[in-house]
């Protein structure tokens, strides 16, 4: 009877198919969109094809932010599910607090890399995808960048996976990766959605490139490959040393925690004592 | 009145607003959305809100905008003024403005729906449409978070403060600082969010199927007729600037 079982298709496996479909479908839109923009970027942006470009990076990547959370959403455990609102916090309070520090960085994405160790790369997904577009009721600039945010956390999934953080010293060469991919995927939204970066310090840095002759995107791209991986490393390693300052009771009552062996040392000894109660 | 609009209404008015703004392409149209959306924001009582958040969002990128086109723009041809590698173009400060005013469009018209709408009736409505449950939950508990958060972290402060935290000195003690009070922060949020998932679980939340809502948002039929049309004018505006700049997009 149970081994039968085991050969007869389960009626979810039907609909996990197809979110398994719609995950990828976000992912090559993300990607799509990335690769067209990149090949048909207006060589002369003063001449006004610029909205095209916009529009093209709006609903190229958002299609595919919102695909993922989607595809993601509904299957997720409630356990993990109450984590998002704390990751959308963290990601706007620790931004802030680490703001009191006087660092040239945002680390904004601290809750999402949080949430990606304890609970793997499609939850870092979403997390990434959703903490930028409901942060973008305070913000509404930070809703372009939900396809380079769910990047981020899905790449700190994958590490996580990857035991990159059983070792402390490896979880910021992780970062650092994670930094270049969504440094070069969220340079077009700056190029052409606001056409420069928020700041006046990586405004500067675009502008030296620009001085030296680069196009929009080229200088972007390049100021986001200086700024980028230094952020997201330091955000990486801010996050393991959070995770190892939680307790083990905490860390390891997360599946993804047990099932991959994220993080360094064995699980509590008291583990199976839930059971029994 | 402004109550009794249907958050999905206001939703399409201000997503269709910032599209169509987008694909006009045009700094006079930005910058007349953008103070339309100021002076709705007076009339609904929000302009305290929506200004000063409008302002921090806008200035940095504005004054980022200014230096980097300003004074950079290779692309220009009609030199107004030159130091050494910097120079003035015309072609540099219009696109500067057109991309500054646009982005105050969009970000007013969006601040403005989202200062003036009602969470509560938001996540109703979107339920309604089917949008999955849990995206509701989560919009709606991280806005009620928010505020309950920094109360917890000035909590946090405090107790620390009264055994013997100073916020002062060098980086090395500040950071420690920092982690003196983002360790307790995350473990109680982490913690927290354990006991809630437990409530929710108890209360059937992580079941699927119909739900019902005791929160009925009235939808009046010329409010779906509006969302239809303004559904459609956002479509032929993002038609007709694919259509009119795909060539010379292709072509490049």
Known sequence: MSQQSLTVPAPGQAAGRGRRLLEIAGAAAIAATYIFLVLTQPADIASGPVSFSALVALGGFLLGAVLLIVAVLPVLPTSTLVLIPVALVLNVVLGQLMGTTGLPFYFDSIGTVLIAVLAGPATGAATGALSSIVWSFFNPTVLPFAAGAALIGFLAGLAARGGLFRRFYLAPVAGFVTGVLAGVVSAPIAAFVFGGTSGLGTGAIVSAFRAMGDTLLAAITKQALISDPMDKAIVFAIAALLVYALPRRTTFQFPFVRRYRVLAGNAPVAAPAPSKA | ?252
């Open chain 2, 1 to 252: 009145m402004r109550a009794r609009l249907h958050p999905l209404t206001a939703l399409t008015a201000a997503g269709s607003v910032a599209v169509i703004t987008v694909a006009a392409d045009s700094w006079l149209l930005s910058l007349a959305v953008a103070c339309a959306a100021g002076v709705l924001s007076v009339r609904a009582g929000v302009a305290g809100r929506v200004l000063p958040a409008a302002a921090v969002i806008l200035a940095p990128l504005c004054l980022s905008l200014l230096m980097l086109h300003g004074l950079f723009f290779p692309e220009g041809h009609t030199v107004l003024a030159q130091w050494g590698p910097a120079r003035v173009t015309t072609e540099g400060l219009g696109f500067a403005l057109d991309l500054a005013s646009r982005t105050a469009a969009c970000v007013m018209v969006f601040l403005l729906f989202s200062f003036t709408v009602n969470v509560p009736d938001l996540v109703s409505a979107l339920e309604a449409r089917r949008v999955p449950a849990q995206f509701g939950f989560v919009l709606a508990s991280t806005l009620t978070l928010l505020p309950a958060i920094a109360a917890r972290l000035d909590r946090i402060r405090q107790a620390q403060e009264s055994r013997g935290l100073v916020l002062r000195g060098g980086l090395l003690s500040r950071l420690g600082a920092v982690r003196l009070q983002m360790v307790p922060l995350v473990l109680a949020l982490v913690d927290d969010a354990g006991n809630r998932a437990q409530a929710l679980d108890a209360r059937g939340f992580g079941i699927g199927g119909p739900r019902t809502s005791y929160r009925d948002v009235a939808d009046p039929p010329a409010q779906r007729r509006f969302r239809a049309v303004a559904l459609l004018l956002a479509a032929v505006a993002v038609a007709l600037r694919l259509a009119a700049s795909w060539p010379a997009a292709g072509l490049s």
